[in-house]
């Protein structure tokens, strides 16, 4: 089945710098991935998603890229808030595995003030 | 519309007991799935359903049960909990491809 690795797994960023999140995967009949963001207590909640077809992604300060060759992706956030601080998965599924979704272990990104 | 709603939000359940975590959406997904979260692990697949009638298991499937008879609704049950099975629970449903909805988690102690 699918194995999906999330590096690093702790990231402490000063507020206004960058964040980067990476993640490989192992089933290249996977096609698309999402990224969540989980507050403490709360749900997972999505932050942006790439399918296969498309190398990158951006919404505002979030962006996604994504190497079918190298089979990983990564999350970019740029100008960092606190708010920014939360736990943020990355995740794959492919059509093989009825679409589930195959998580990475987290990353806890901190953005000091 | 409520999305996705779990219930309880919290128990505690002795060695040996059984209970039902019950999960309801109410966006008319096709796909419906049970993760569990573990500090450090992320969420694994426990069990999924990719439409009513239909269920298949996940990555962590053993001590537990499901069943779709609509397509509203997917419970999980737990067969005779053990302290292993102590984390938090998250019930989802998707259509078949695209964003997953979570509900707010369900956190269990067993004792």
């Known amino acids: 089945g699918e194995n999906v690795e999330q590096h690093p797994s702790t990231l402490s960023v000063q507020e206004g710098d960058s964040a980067v999140i990476k993640c490989t995967y192992s089933?290249?009949?996977?096609?698309?991935f999402p990224w969540y963001k989980q507050e403490l207590g709360k749900r997972p909640q999505l932050i942006i998603d790439?399918?296969?077809?498309?190398g990158e992604k951006k919404d505002q300060r979030i962006a996604v890229t994504l190497n079918k060759t190298a089979k990983h992706f990564s999350l970019h956030i740029t100008e960092t808030q606190p708010e920014d601080s939360a736990v943020y998965f990355c995740?794959?599924?492919?059509?093989?595995?009825?679409?589930?979704?195959?998580f990475g272990g987290g990353t806890r990104l901190m953005v000091k003030p | 519309n409520a999305g996705v709603t779990q219930t309880p939000k919290f128990q505690v359940l002795k060695t040996g007991q059984s209970m039902t975590l019950q999960c309801a959406q109410d966006?008319?997904?096709?796909?419906m799935s049970w993760y569990r979260q573990d500090p450090g692990m992320g969420l694994r697949l426990i069990h999924y359903?990719?439409?009513?009638?239909?269920?298949d298991q996940g990555e962590v499937p053993n001590g537990y049960n499901v069943s779709r008879s609509t397509t509203e609704d997917f419970p999980l049950r737990l067969l005779s909990a053990a302290p292993s099975q102590t984390s938090v629970y998250f019930c989802?449903?998707?259509?078949?491809?695209?964003?997953?909805?979570f509900g707010q988690g369900t956190r269990l102690t067993v004792v």
């Open positions: 790439i399918r296969s077809n498309v």
């Open positions: 989802a449903s998707s259509w078949r491809t695209g964003e997953a909805f």
């Open positions: 359903s990719v439409g009513a009638g239909i269920t």
């Open positions: 995740a794959a599924s492919s059509n093989n595995a009825g679409n589930m979704l195959t």
């Open positions: 089933d290249s009949a996977s096609n698309y």
């Open positions: 966006m008319n997904h096709e796909y």
